[in-house]
Structures are given as structure tokens and as C-alpha cells.
């Protein structure tokens, strides 16, 4: 049976079609309508709501928090306390869950970098830096970042092009603000897989 994955603050499921892509059955959830979503199956709604109510039906979950709070981006061009922090909630949610979790967000937020990835590992040509924190199964096994020449940084003037390069060519540019490169989560999508019998039996 096609282990399942739940991820919330969904997005337009530039996490999820890595993990579809690792294997998984993905459902998505986000506060907001996502048309494009890359998952299998979408629900509107409140994630931590949906995580209380529907945590137990899934293998595995991932949460991708709202990011503005820490990102660096939102200093230079705005005030970070405008915007919602759900991490901790977020943490707390997860540890109540019991399944194996992962949190995604910017390195500037305090979560535990158990993978610390970039598009340079994965033959992208981008510069996208994001942590993952994990329920403890998680740990790093990745070359380190190689900066080199050509690779793409976000800037809003190439913003399509940017969402191509990430391998999130169905998103509109504004969603690929946001979005994950799938290449990451294919990969820790593949790590969960080779450990989840292990941590399916402990739990």
C-alpha cells in the first residue's frame, strides 16, 4: 500500500510533488483555494485544525509554516512582526501527532536543521536555501552547497524564470515565492521511506 503523506500550509504543492515523486500519497492542506495543487488530494481549511482532527490517518506529515516572520526578505523590505508566527504551534501540533514529521522554512528560523538544502545539490540553478527539522529520523547526508557560477538568487523580476528552474513550472510566479523545490523533498521523501517500517514498528 502507497504510504501517506500529509502536507500542510500547503501552497501550490511544491513540497508535495516531491514526496509524489519519492512515492508517497500526498494530501494538501492551506487556508487558502490552491487550483494548481501538486498533490493528490486538496482540503481548505486550517492545518492545524485538520492535523488535530485527521493527523492519525496519515503516515507521515510535513509543514511548511508561513516563512515571512524570519525570513530575512521581510526586514530589508518590511516589518517581520506584521506576519503570523506558526512554528512553534506548529512544533507543539506535530509532537501531539504520532508520526513521523518534518518542518520546512527559512535557515533563519529557529527549528533544528537536521537537512539544511540547497538547489546547487540537485543540479538546480538556483540559489534557495531551506531547513528541515524532523521528529528525530532525520539527518543530512548531502554534498554541501557549490555556489557556482550561473546559478539563479530570487529577485521579483525573474520570477517565472526563477519557479522554472526550482522544477515548479505549474505554479504561477507569485506562488513559486514560496514553494519548496521538489527536489528536496523528493530526497528527504526517500530517506523517510527507508526508515519509516523501523519507526512504524517503534511507535
Known amino acids: 500500500m502507497q504510504p501517506t503523506m500529509l502536507d500542510l500550509y500547503s501552497g501550490a504543492g511544491g513540497a508535495a510533488y516531491g514526496y509524489r515523486m519519492a512515492g508517497w500519497h500526498v494530501t494538501g ?3 487558502n483555494p490552491q487550483p494548481r495543487y501538486a498533490g493528490h488530494v486538496f482540503h481548505q481549511g486550517d492545518a492545524l485544525e485538520f492535523l ?3 493527523g492519525h490517518e496519515f503516515d507521515a506529515v ?3 509554516p508561513p516563512c515571512q516572520h524570519y525570513a530575512n526578505v521581510t526586514r530589508w523590505r518590511g516589518d517581520q ?3 503570523v508566527d506558526l512554528l512553534a504551534d506548529t512544533r507543539d501540533a506535530l509532537t ?3 508520526a513521523p514529521w518534518v518542518i520546512e522554512n527559512v535557515p533563519e528560523a529557529p527549528l533544528r536543521p537536521d537537512f539544511l538544502l540547497c538547489g546547487s545539490m540537485f543540479d538546480l540553478r538556483v540559489r534557495r536555501h531551506r531547513a528541515f ?4 529520523w532525520g539527518l543530512q547526508l548531502t554534498a554541501p552547497c557549490n555556489h557556482r557560477m550561473g546559478l539563479r538568487p530570487f529577485n521579483h523580476s525573474n520570477e517565472r524564470a526563477y519557479a522554472d528552474a526550482m522544477g515548479c513550472s505549474w505554479m504561477s510566479a507569485r506562488e513559486g515565492r514560496q514553494a519548496v523545490p521538489p527536489a528536496y523533498t523528493e530526497h528527504i521523501g526517500l530517506t523517510l521511506l527507508d526508515q519509516l517500517p ?3 514498528t517503534a511507535a
Open 198 to 200: 523501523a519507526l512504524t
Open 62 to 64: 510535513h509543514a511548511s
Open 29 to 31: 492542506v492551506d487556508i
Open 81 to 83: 512582526d506584521e506576519h
Open 133 to 136: 527539522e524532523t521528529s528525530g
Open 96 to 98: 501531539r501527532s504520532y
Open 52 to 54: 488535530a482532527a485527521h
